[in-house]
């Protein structure tokens, strides 16, 4: 049993209550100002959700956000940011953000891809480089995701302040995996936009979407034989428990979002505003910062797990070539379904990795 599991009922009480203002019972993403401090300046309380709890990457990002935007604001500004769990599921949090109950969150595109199709373009796996710092600086710089994949956030109401990514992503399995053909009949669960699922079908796999809340159960009793995600998930969540195997793959990298409710942003004055852009934009490196250092202390912790032994497999550039070539056709399919802008965002994006490879 995981050990890490959060209690329901304190959970369920901290949902119906941001859910009652999400629903208009509550100061639903107000910008009026909580009340006045001693001097006569306006304070402001906030909520940010995160998909993460307490000691990983997320939470610990959002928690610096929280407090650098108090520092900046000389206190005036309080956020309280959640751990996961406390308000549902993943595709809940992205509703509430979408609604106002809470004001800013960090929701990853896996969550998204009925809502923002063009979003799945972070499903592609093999598109990034290998290069995690230079992938950083691609989602730091590139056109194609600040301008125009955020455009189409912003048309469901989710303001993208920041991409950035949580490390390489990698298989676990209760089997190994070390070819396509190992995928064949695999139960893989994966998050829940549609082109991840294609992904795997891709591989042979049988996909399943489900919440990560979900999850370790999920693979103790065998409903799903594996999941991907960064080896500091992997560890802190502990599915190496429960998984005989892990596949150093870097298929991917997790990319995830700083959002904001973009009426409760414009509803701000404008230094406040200010405040906010400049804290996005000195956090820019930290997501990447703090899962470069969990993703390399957390992969020890699980070779050197005696009472749990999982099985590290290093994939050679040549096994790693086969899962290439079976992903590059899923880029049509993501084309096929998202029209013309989502080929003009995915051509744009490809071209920036081209050039960031070759500065
Ligand atoms: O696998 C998931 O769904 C979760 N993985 C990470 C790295 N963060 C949150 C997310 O929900």
Request: negative net charge; contains cysteine.
């Amino acid at each position: 049993m995981n050990f890490k599991k959060r209690s329901l009922f304190g959970s369920l009480a901290i949902a119906s209550s941001l859910l009652l203002a999400a629903c208009g019972g509550g100061d639903e993403a107000s910008t009026d100002p909580a009340d006045d401090d001693a001097t006569g300046e306006e304070t402001y309380e906030w909520r940010f959700a995160t998909e993460e709890w307490p000691g990983q990457v997320q939470y610990e990002y959002a928690q610096e956000f929280a407090d650098k935007l108090n520092e900046k604001s000389d206190g005036r500004i309080n956020i309280d940011v959640y751990e996961f769990g406390g308000l549902g599921s993943e595709v809940d949090q992205v509703e509430m953000l979408q609604t106002g109950g809470v004001e800013f969150g960090i929701i990853s595109p896996g969550f998204t891809g009925t809502l923002v199709p063009e979003g799945n373009i972070f499903a592609l796996q093999f598109l990034f480089p290998d290069d995690l710092e230079l992938n950083q600086q691609i989602l730091n710089e590139s056109e194609a995701l600040n301008t125009h994949l955020a455009e189409k956030y912003l048309e469901q109401d989710i303001m993208p302040l920041a991409f950035w990514h949580e490390g390489a992503m990698q298989w676990t399995g209760s089997s190994e995996l070390r070819t396509p053909e190992d995928f064949e009949g695999f139960q893989m669960r994966t998050q829940e936009s549609p082109l991840i699922l294609e992904s795997y079908r891709a591989y042979g796999a049988e996909p399943t979407p489900m919440s990560w809340d979900d999850l370790y159960l999920s693979l103790e009793q065998g409903i799903v034989d594996g999941q991907e995600n960064p080896i500091f998930f992997i560890e802190d969540a502990n599915f190496h428990e429960v998984q005989e195997h892990m596949t150093l793959s870097q298929h991917n990298i997790y990319v995830t979002m700083t959002t904001v409710n973009p009426t409760f942003f414009e509803g701000l004055p404008e230094d406040i505003q200010d405040m906010i852009l400049e804290t996005t934009e000195e956090m820019r490196d930290r997501g990447y910062e703090i899962q470069k250092e969990l993703n390399e202390e957390l992969l020890t912790v699980i070779e050197e797990d005696t009472d749990n032994p999982t099985e590290v497999i290093e994939l050679t550039e040549e096994e790693r070539d086969a899962f290439r070539q079976q992903a590059l056709p899923v880029r049509d399919f993501y084309v096929d379904e998202v029209g013309e802008d989502g080929q003009m965002i995915l051509d744009m994006l490809e071209a920036e990795i081209e050039e960031a490879l070759n500065e």
